[in-house]
């Protein structure tokens, strides 16, 4: 349950992260994003670095969960369904 929570605070601030310089910077991240010319309009500095450690740390989390989720359909035969929406109370 610990490495859980770890994850779960990684996958956080990295979304904060990339979130907040992206914001700072007004990146465009709707729709297509062109890495390059994005990553241009936040300066040389560590700050540069951050976004681009927080921005491959993104794509990782979100691409192991896609294979997470594939593998759910496939072993268990329905689409997975966040804990959330599982279980709401209506």
Same mark, same amino acid.
């Given at each position: 349950?610990?490495?859980r929570?770890k994850v779960g605070l990684?996958?956080d601030?990295?979304?904060?992260?990339?979130g907040?310089i992206?914001?700072?910077?007004?990146?465009?991240?709707?729709?297509? +994003?062109?890495?390059? &010319? #994005? $990553?241009?309009k936040?300066?040389?500095g560590?700050?540069?670095?951050?976004?681009?450690?927080?921005?491959?740390?993104? +794509?990782?989390?979100? &691409? #192991? $969960?896609?294979i997470?989720?594939?593998?759910?359909?496939?072993l268990?035969?329905?689409?997975y369904?966040?804990?959330?929406?599982?279980?709401?109370?209506?």
């Amino acid at each position: 349950m610990a490495n859980r929570k770890k994850v779960g605070l990684w996958a956080d601030q990295t979304i904060i992260c990339a979130g907040d310089i992206s914001m700072k910077y007004d990146l465009n991240v709707e729709g297509r +994003f062109y890495f390059e &010319t #994005e $990553l241009a309009k936040v300066p040389d500095g560590p700050e540069r670095e951050e976004f681009k450690q927080c921005w491959l740390n993104y +794509f990782i989390v979100s &691409t #192991e $969960l896609r294979i997470l989720v594939w593998i759910y359909g496939q072993l268990f035969n329905t689409p997975y369904i966040i804990p959330e929406k599982r279980y709401k109370v209506t």
